[in-house]
């Protein structure tokens, strides 16, 4: 935050950064030929809904949009104990490119109508032949991703997270201070 | 095209830089005086009460959570303030700032620390016990927008004239006439006593004047960090209840129990002290009222069906 801002004590919130969202395609490829991670065909965007008219509204103007689509099954909207909404969309496994058109559809929306710096962040879920489970994770504030491998109960992966870091740090802007790696537990699609 | 919900409240700004310039000005104006009457020792007061101040601000985190009895909190404790905490700061783009809980039934939170890379938020178990989610994440990001806004620096440095102010006035205990008139060529009482006498009335006066003036400050300062933490959390509502609860709670608490975290006032989400006199203009956080309507301002304009 500027010198200005804190004096003033008029710290507005940060704005969401979008374009990095359009760096998964390739990046599922590698992860794809590299490590033996498939698309798992879903993604979900994490936000924060601000009370009042207007939220709910938008949030219904994206749910109808993603739902024009007549092949496009439905968005699962669901609010986790952080009360945080997560919407959940469901596209081909193939087509991760479609699944990050529809997740910038969602941001896009939100901050048209001033939403924006509620995003919290994004998640494409990954699944390893033997069944193992990795998100990737895009922190909208800070326009990085990290990996997050939940393996049961509030335990995750670290060693396969890491892996799946190292794999990605050509290809994506990777959060490089771990203590960022918040833990999305029970988080849809995953 | 992307519009922003945030508005700038620029009576509040103007305001608030009226009150730094009226404190900036007040420790000048004390300091070339001081200048001006001794020329040997008084310097060494006003680089002693500095000194004090730089110490305050440099030590706050350990200090405060001491005066707190907080004790810090792992993730593996406190999961779910963690994992509160760990959201805010991914909105926000800050810093995860130190985790501490006081064992004290008062509901209340405060953050301090020199910097956003080295403070602490403290929360109480009264207001984890008094409060729901919903309610303590409006808490704990009015506490994080404290340490976005490096409040406990300006508050320090706008307190420095007081603190140099009161170290004169106290020194008048200590035999304050040697240290000042010690120096003076003509050796006689009857010329430095004047000049001390005039010391200790004007470090009387800017004690009084800076004390109102902080004490102003600081209730801007909450109003600020009332509306940063509602824009991060987008619920102004829950800050709203959750400043409704804990007041009302605070009143209904016996004025003894809460005299031993006096030196903490201006640091805490709701002051501990519920006194009535002189109310409006020394208390060190605003109405209750005056943040309810900032907060209803905000919500209206979040709800308002965008173009």
Not at chain 1, 81 to 104: N, S, Y
Not at chain 1, 138 to 155: D, I, V, W
């Amino acid at each position: 935050m500027s010198f200005w801002n804190s004096i003033f004590g008029r710290s507005t919130p940060k704005t969401a950064n979008l374009d990095a969202l359009f760096m998964v395609p390739s990046a599922a490829i590698t992860l794809q030929t590299a490590a033996g991670l498939e698309p798992s065909g879903t993604g979900a965007v994490c936000f924060r809904s601000a009370g009042g008219a207007a939220f709910a509204q938008t949030q219904q103007e994206i749910v109808a949009l993603l739902e024009a689509d007549p092949r496009a099954p439905a968005v699962e909207v669901t609010q986790d104990r952080f009360g945080f909404t997560w919407l959940l969309v469901h596209r081909d496994p193939l087509d991760i490119a479609g699944l990050c058109t529809d997740l910038h559809a969602v941001n896009t929306i939100l901050q048209d109508q001033g939403f924006g710096t509620g995003l919290l962040c994004s998640l494409i879920p990954f699944q390893a032949a033997d069944g193992a489970k990795v998100g990737l994770v895009y922190l909208y504030k800070q326009g990085t991703f990290y990996p997050f491998a939940p393996t049961g109960p509030e335990r995750r992966d670290n060693l396969l997270e890491l892996n799946v870091r190292d794999h990605l740090a050509a290809e994506l802007p990777m959060e490089k201070d771990l203590q960022r790696w918040l833990a999305v537990w029970g988080a849809p699609g995953l | 095209m992307a519009h922003s919900r945030f508005i700038k409240d620029r009576g509040l700004t103007a305001r608030m830089t009226l009150t730094m310039f009226l404190l900036g000005a007040l420790f000048v104006a004390l300091i070339v005086t001081l200048m001006y009457l001794f020329s040997g020792y008084a310097p060494i007061i006003g680089v002693i009460g500095i000194g004090i101040a730089f110490y305050q601000w440099w030590s706050s985190d350990k200090v405060a959570m001491r005066a707190m009895r907080a004790r810090e909190v792992t993730p593996e404790e406190a999961p779910e303030l963690h994992g509160m905490i760990d959201r805010l700061c991914a909105l926000a783009d800050m810093p995860k700032p130190r985790v501490g809980v006081a064992d004290m039934d008062i509901p209340n939170a405060f953050a301090t620390g020199r910097s956003p890379n080295r403070s602490v938020v403290c929360v109480t178990t009264g207001i984890l016990r008094t409060l729901n989610a919903e309610e303590l994440e409006g808490v704990l990001a009015h506490e994080l927008s404290h340490v976005a806004h490096r409040d406990v620096l300006v508050m320090t440095v706008a307190s420095s004239a007081g603190i140099v102010a009161g170290m004169i006035t106290q020194s008048a205990q200590y035999g304050g006439f040697a240290l000042f008139g010690g120096n003076r060529r003509d050796n006689n009482n009857g010329g430095a006593l004047p000049a001390y006498l005039i010391a200790l009335l004007l470090s009387l006066v800017v004690y009084a004047v800076s004390f109102f003036l902080t004490r102003l400050l600081s209730r801007y300062r909450e109003m600020c960090a009332d509306r940063a933490g509602a824009y991060l959390t987008m619920k102004p509502a829950a800050l709203a209840s959750a400043l409704q609860k804990i007041t009302g709670e605070m009143a209904a608490i016996p004025q003894k129990d809460l005299r031993s975290s006096s030196a903490m006032n201006a640091f805490f989400i709701a002051p501990a002290i519920s006194g009535a006199s002189l109310k409006t203009l020394s208390s060190t956080h605003p109405s209750l009222e005056q943040r309810l309507e900032q907060l209803a301002r905000i919500q209206a304009e979040l709800g308002r069906p965008g173009a």
